[in-house]
């Protein structure tokens, strides 16, 4: 889901903007929770799985990766790889809101587990620590209850529709995943060349290794781009003297 873009006024008391932009979020993701749920169970796997995986994991892109990864057929290894790796962002972003979740072990334990892209957003947007720390624990609390709750009614609902394939849901997940990732690709130059790799590794890797697997070969992109392989040369210009023995 990407991050919120506005945010709230330093000045402005924080049941203002942040509260109405907290209740906007969490309607979208209600709306994701549902279909999440909804494709999950009717995909073949039972109520308890994307109930469970949204307590305990909590983390909507990598739910929608790893339960996609069970539907075509992948095994439970690939899929817990597959979202463990799109979750390691979390571990920078924990870093950036250590010091607004709390100091108690215990809260610093629950507020770990409420850290993602939206709870970052909102708390950093803030200022002053007592501002940080309620924007984090409002949005922190208030999305997690949404996000389960829809889970819960769309699992439910995906027990009456049956196969997926009569209502097309069974393309939910690449076109939730692909909306998650054009965002990136939109805005940031950089990450086109290795999305394309990772592409092109993945589709020559799916006929010949097992379902899911080609996933995570897609992550070689990251390692194996060059982007000095397509940065045109420095050509001289008036303002910078050519020097034959220093230009490459």
Do not use: K
């Amino acid at each position: 889901m990407r991050l919120p873009r506005r945010t709230t006024p330093r000045g402005s008391g924080l049941l203002g903007d942040v509260l109405r932009d907290v209740l906007l979020v969490c309607l979208a993701s209600g709306v994701v929770g549902v279909s999440f749920g909804a494709i999950a169970v009717s995909g073949g796997l039972p109520v308890w799985v994307p109930v469970v995986m949204s307590l305990l994991v909590y983390a909507g892109s990598a739910q929608f990766s790893a339960v996609g990864v069970l539907i075509a057929g992948g095994g439970p290894l690939a899929a817990a790889a597959t979202g463990l790796v799109l979750n390691t962002r979390i571990a920078a972003y924990s870093l950036a809101v250590a010091e607004d979740i709390g100091r108690r072990p215990f809260t610093r334990l629950l507020g770990a587990h409420l850290v993602t892209d939206e709870t970052v957003a909102f708390t950093l947007a803030q200022s002053g620590p007592a501002r940080r720390r309620a924007a984090f624990w409002t949005s922190g609390l208030a999305l997690f209850a949404v996000w389960n709750t829809a889970v819960l009614v769309g699992a439910l609902a995906g027990q009456a529709l049956g196969d997926t394939s009569r209502f097309g849901l069974d393309a939910a997940f690449p076109a939730i995943l692909a909306a998650l990732v054009l965002p990136a690709l939109r805005e940031d130059r950089r990450v086109r060349g290795p999305a394309a790799l990772g592409a092109a590794l993945a589709l020559a890797a799916t006929p010949l290794l097992p379902t899911g697997v080609p996933v995570l070969v897609a992550l070689l992109g990251l390692f194996l781009y060059d982007p000095a392989a397509t940065t045109p040369p420095t050509t001289p210009t008036a303002s910078t003297p050519y020097d034959p023995e220093v230009t490459p």
